[in-house]
């Protein structure tokens, strides 16, 4: 078997030892050297030496008898022995840059030697400041210490390109400087060879002896003015425009600004650089990673690629804005233009950016920062580091937190079944070996012996950074015994209102979070998996369980309850805070929390001190909500539909982003066409129309503000013949869009249903937002504010039953103008409904089949309603909101209290019938002549029709069967006129007013002769109250020989022992007698 390279023996010196080391580690890998061999090939390649220092540091041992970890030791403890702190970061702050060192170079050596200071979380400021203060050239110097938030990278960045610029700047002055030099010693030359001329007086000569760069004395005692200065005629260096050579030619004056660098522009240098494949405006091309170039390039052939396959508007060409220069040139590229275009990478991530042309094929470049932005150049976060550093015990192998056990709830009634084993392809079975390896020493699976009911069989898909293998046990049929435990998992609303004012965002991801939780001992044998190498089960959970899900949010919400700013999505863990010491502190307590229960982070997810963060597609920052790049790519990309299925397939992925879509209704309604059963697919241009108007939205600013709970809601509804829309808004600020269109039935509806109904939708939809607390309801619809803000007001059917489900909330409806109504377009379109309100429409159709009289059926109403012009009249009205007519005029004072169902009028819950079956229906109801009364109870029970009441009187009155069966009422005898008494206060009267509101009764003792009265407040009816007021009025005015009085309950046997005792007659009468006596 033939090596991979070679390796030469140990130098001997320490310097080089920790290289070696490192080359000998990658040596062993390429060659696949096992850890039983590595010790000896680890002796055969370190050279005589070596091996004999090995020998003696061994002692008494051999060092084949020793592993090569302890190998290792031995050396570095020879070889690098720990250095003396403080003497080091001496040398460290002493070290400045050398006159013949370049920038590149120093920085290498100060990186060397800050390897031994161990700075820990302040590397990357010591590096940036003994850079700084270090460097030799005041220029550069000056330039950095000049930047505000100045960091390594920048630093770095800036002083290599001023580096590079300045080197290139004194070669091209040295060139001229030589020509110039050169030309003056050959006309000396010159000189001597030719006849001798008129002599000129020195005063005149020293005058000629200008510079031809700046038009000064020449030679200069010092730099040439023009050193370093751009010509504003021809464009070049060194010289100054008036004393320029070239042909006349107006330039653009450059600063320092508009110079770009790149560093590598030949395409045998780009081969050696990472490089990476991106999409352009949809078009896939290979790019170079330049960490030091500060502009983005693409080739004349890339451009041409572009052009041919793209041919987007932002692809067009404009004039380059910048100059470019090259590493190491002494002139500007040729550039043909710049574009701005979209970039994405495989991962998703997104940059919208520029790019310079330039003229050849010599390859394309990503810069630095358009690098970092898509997330392909990493830069370290100091916080993170540091926090990584504080904690270290959390990123270390898969952890076992300390809760109760997880277990599963199996219905034994299933009956168990054991797969067979899926044979395994020999050329993964390695790395199938080393994952269950992996796992058994990890105590995360366990081997089975014995007979076991359930076995299932795995799958083994490669993993996404080629790094072996995962073990995916198929557990389709042992869920089929496995019984579901239901668990909420948190919702977008929920995460909106959970990071409301958050400013500062940390991430946590479990290391395989399911593994990290015990299975219970009872519930292990339900996993168990074949392999080739035998039966195993699961000591953890695993994936794949129906019930895992839930069982692991409520086990990680279990463990981080009561902890402030956090919540968690499965296994992946948001911290926040308003501040960033509000996010610091509550950071700390999660770790201290994960700590105690045993738990492990992954630290290559982990993100800490974020200023924004994605999760469910949406990106949260202190700024808002906004959709994640990552889906605005995937919905960027998309081709145009071929078929129904991929036009579903588009809306449902638009769908998710629908909230930030202020009239996502009106634009996919094309794309909703082609969806409908038996609908024929025709791509036509207003669904195209509507397919790139869905990427341009989504590219616009669509962030939104958070909802705030302590804050005032207002909702704002507005209705349309065609769809529903409403606004959730706080502080002017829009929370959520929400559109839907109406169904077939529902635009049926009158006006004012319409509206009523879109006030229904707005608040069902916001439900979790406005349950419980008073928020407004703008409408531009006026009629409908006494129907909602009044109980007293009467409305039709419909807006009845949606009046009884909105009574849980608390809210105003008030009117809005509808040209400032910004609700108002958004329900002009078509839209997407998930299904027809059937239950308004069942309960409806009831009303309608319950209120059409016996004996006469649904469709006679219906066919002679289409029939009477006043009732199409009436129809016409309730559509259009215009009752000008003057056919109507009848019905306008009741006009919310009409709708219409499948052409037949309601009003309330009762048919209006059509003038041709009026007196058809009065004949139905009058058919057991039954009077009256009974025949207006029925009918208006079932139907209405304007002046019903006088219609049924009239036949009722004239109806001869009622007149013959109704006897003659035999008339009352005439009324006689009490006697007058003789004398005042020979007779009285007596009643009782009340009670009032206290309990209180008033007496009233009248005089029958002269009609003066007593009235007294009394406490009660009772004798014993009653008697002793009597008393009182009998004593002032003498007691009379008659006192009359209706049978009430004071007028008992204490009252006629009463009258008895002052000797008067008491005279009673009944209820009717005694009205009709007292007038």
């Not at 607390?773 to 059917?797: C, M, R, W, Y």
């Not at 046997?1053 to 005279?1067: P, Q, R, V």
Request: positive net charge; contains cysteine; hydrophobic residues 35%.
């Amino acid at each position: 078997m033939s090596l991979i390279g070679r390796i030469d023996d140990f130098s001997g010196e320490s310097s080089e030892w920790t290289s070696y080391l490192e080359r000998f580690e990658a040596y062993r890998i390429a060659n696949d050297i096992s850890d039983e061999k590595c010790v000896s090939a680890f002796v055969t390649v370190i050279g005589q030496t070596t091996y004999q220092l090995l020998r003696n540091l061994c002692e008494p041992d051999k060092p084949t008898n020793l592993t090569f970890t302890q190998l290792k030791g031995k050396l570095n403890e020879y070889f690098t022995p720990k250095p003396l702190i403080i003497a080091e970061r001496f040398r460290f702050h002493k070290r400045d840059q050398r006159s013949d060192e370049t920038i590149a170079a120093y920085l290498v050596e100060l990186k060397k030697l800050a390897s031994k200071c161990e700075f820990g979380n302040s590397l990357t400021e010591s590096l940036r400041d003994c850079l700084v203060c270090g460097l030799t050239n005041p220029q550069i110097q000056k330039r950095l210490l000049s930047e505000e938030n100045l960091t390594l990278e920048k630093a770095v960045q800036l002083a290599l390109a001023m580096d590079t610029a300045s080197n290139d700047t004194a070669q091209l002055q040295k060139q001229k400087h030589g020509e110039t030099a050169h030309a003056i010693k050959a006309n000396r030359n010159s000189a001597k060879n030719q006849p001798p001329a008129n002599k000129v007086n020195n005063n005149e000569r020293k005058s000629n002896n200008k510079c031809h760069n700046c038009g000064g004395a020449y030679p200069h005692k010092g730099p040439c003015p023009a050193k370093g200065k751009v010509c504003h005629k021809c464009g070049k260096l060194n010289h100054f425009a008036k004393y320029c050579r070239s042909k006349d030619s107006k330039v653009k004056q450059i600063s320092e600004g508009e110079i770009d660098y790149v560093f590598t522009t030949t395409e045998s240098k780009l081969n050696s650089l990472p490089s990476c494949q991106v999409e352009i405006a949809g078009v896939k091309i290979k790019m170079g990673i330049d960490s030091q170039a500060s502009v983005n390039v693409l080739d004349k052939l890339a451009f041409q690629k572009l052009k041919d396959k793209a041919g987007a508007p932002e692809n067009c060409l404009r004039p380059c804005s910048t100059s470019l220069f090259a590493y190491n040139s002494k002139k500007p590229l040729p550039t043909l233009g710049e574009i701005r275009a979209r970039v994405t990478t495989d991962t998703g991530n997104t940059a919208e950016t520029r790019f310079c042309i330039v003229d050849g094929i010599g390859g394309n470049l990503l810069c630095y920062q358009t690098s970092v932005d898509l997330g392909i150049l990493h830069i370290v976060n100091s916080v993170e580091s540091r926090v990584f550093s504080q904690h270290p015990e959390l990123f270390k192998g898969i952890g076992k937190i300390n809760t109760d056990p997880i277990k599963l709830h199996i219905d034994t009634d299933v009956e168990p079944k054991a797969q067979k084993l899926r044979p395994i392809p020999f050329k993964v079975r390695k790395d199938v070996d080393a994952e269950i390896q992996r796992l058994l020493e990890a105590d995360v699976i366990e081997p089975v012996e014995g007979p076991t009911p359930w076995v299932s069989p795995i799958v083994t898909p490669r993993k996404k950074n080629g790094g072996g293998v995962r073990i995916c046990v198929d557990m389709r049929e042992p869920n089929k015994a496995i019984k579901r435990e239901r668990f909420p998992m948190p919702t977008v609303d929920e995460l909106i209102n959970a990071l409301n004012e958050a400013t500062v965002f940390s991430t946590l991801d479990l290391s395989a979070g399911y593994h990290q939780f015990e299975l219970d001992e009872e519930s292990r044998y339900i996993t168990t998996f074949t392999t080739h190498r035998g039966l195993y089960r699961y000591k953890r959970l695993l994936f794949g369980v129906n019930a895992a899900s839930e069982k692991f949010q409520k086990a990680v919400r279990q463990m981080l309850a009561g902890l402030a700013g956090v919540i968690n999505i499965s296994d992946d863990i948001i911290v926040y805070g308003k501040s960033q010491h509000e996010h610091d502190e509550n950071l700390q307590r999660v770790f201290q929390r994960l700590i105690e229960c045993g738990a492990r982070l992954n630290r290559e997810k982990c993100k800490i001190s974020q200023p924004k963060v994605v999760y469910y597609g949406h990106t949260f920052s202190a700024e808002g909500i906004s959709p994640a790049p990552g889906k605005i790519s995937d919905i960027q990309n998309t081709k145009v539909p071929k078929d129904a299925s991929e036009v579903r397939s588009f809306l449902g992925l638009t769908q998710y982003l629908a909230r930030f879509i202020p009239n996502y209704a009106s634009i996919t309604a094309p794309l909703r066409e082609l969806t409908k059963k038996d609908a024929k697919f025709v791509w036509s241009s207003s669904c195209n129309q509507a397919f790139e108007d869905l990427k341009v939205v989504l590219t616009s600013e669509t962030t939104m503000t958070y909802f705030d709970s302590t804050k005032a809601s207002v909702l704002i509804v507005d209705a349309s013949q065609f769809g529903l829309s409403a606004m959730l808004c706080q502080n002017s600020k829009v929370v959520a869009y929400a559109s839907r269109a109406m169904s077939a039935a529902e635009s049926r509806y009158a006006q004012i249903e319409r509206e009523a109904l879109a006030i229904k939708f707005g608040i069902e939809q916001f439900r979790v937002y406005l349950y419980g607390s008073h928020f407004e309801v703008f409408t531009d619809h006026k009629p409908l504010l006494p129907i909602f803000n009044s109980q007293g007001t009467k409305a039709n059917a419909r807006i009845e039953l949606w009046l009884l489900k909105l009574q849980q909330y608390d809210f105003e409806v008030k009117h809005i103008a509808g040209k400032d109504n910004p609700a108002d377009y958004l329900s002009r379109y078509h839209g997407h409904t998930g299904h027809c309100k059937t239950m308004i429409e069942d309960y409806v159709h009831y009303v309608c089949s319950n209120a059409v009289p016996k004996a006469m059926k649904f469709e006679l109403v219906q066919s002679e309603s289409k029939c009477d012009s006043e009732i199409q009249a009436l129809k016409i009205a309730l559509t259009t909101g215009n009752w000008s007519n003057e056919s109507v005029r009848q019905f306008r004072n009741l006009k919310n209290e009409f709708s219409v169902f499948k052409g037949v009028v309601l009003r309330d819950t009762r048919i209006v019938l059509p003038q041709s079956l009026r007196e058809h229906a009065i004949d139905l109801a009058h058919a057991s002549h039954q009077g009256i009364v009974k025949t207006k109870q029925l009918l208006r029970e079932k139907v209405w029709f304007p002046g019903i009441d006088n219609a049924i009187e009239r036949k009722v009155r004239g109806c001869l069967t009622c007149q013959i069966a109704t006897p003659t009422p035999t008339p009352p005898e005439p009324l006689q006129m009490t006697e007058l008494p003789n004398a005042p206060w020979e007779s009285v009267s007596m009643d009782f007013k009340g009670p009032f509101a206290g309990g209180e009764y008033i007496m009233v003792v009248v005089d029958d002769y002269s009609r003066y009265p007593e009235a007294v407040v009394v406490t009660s009816l009772q004798a014993k109250t009653v008697i002793p007021e009597l008393d009182k009025i009998f004593l002032r005015h003498g007691i009379p020989k008659v006192v009359r009085t209706d049978n009430g309950p004071p007028m008992n046997s204490e009252d006629s022992k009463f009258a008895n005792y002052l000797g008067f007659t008491h005279i009673n009468y009944s209820f009717v007698a005694a009205c009709q006596w007292r007038g």
